[in-house]
């Protein structure tokens, strides 16, 4: 059974469909550099940008977070910039690490969203002293016995 069987299974037709849904990466980009007030890089052409599957889009978004310079723990307006500036370096490589490499105007959007997001919420579910917690003690030991 493949993964898209198996979500399937999960989260019915409807959901997976519009995981399959067509993203306009020139729309997209189009609204990010307004919202941002942003110019549109030269190199950059809108009307050349695909339309990606809503499923693509967040997998480019997580590949480009993990291998960003800034900031990896959180998705953010700048991870989004950083795939639709260099779609065309992601083109040539298929390599995350280049689309993550530093952009000053696109890593102070990262930044931002960054402590938006710490403002509103304590913590990032990060557990950093795990074995000191009784609950994160009692949740090991319980799901070691899983079989």
Do not use: C
């Amino acid at each position: 059974m493949t993964f898209s069987d198996k979500l399937l299974n999960l989260v019915g037709r409807s959901a997976l469909r519009a995981l399959n849904k067509p993203i306009a990466l020139s729309v997209l980009a189009q609204r990010l550099f307004d919202t941002e007030g942003l110019t549109v890089p030269t190199w950059l052409r809108l009307q050349e940008l695909p339309d990606v599957p809503a499923r693509e889009l967040l997998q480019h978004l997580h590949g480009v977070a993990e291998n960003d310079s800034k900031v990896q723990d959180i998705t953010t307006t700048g991870h989004l910039a950083k795939l639709i500036v260099r779609w065309d370096v992601w083109l040539k490589s298929q390599n995350y690490e280049l689309l993550g490499m530093p952009n000053r105007k696109i890593d102070e959007l990262s930044e931002r969203d960054r402590i938006e997001f710490l403002k509103k919420s304590t913590s990032l579910n990060r557990l950093t002293r795990k074995g000191e917690l009784p609950l994160a003690r009692d949740t090991l030991s319980r799901e070691k016995r899983w079989s």
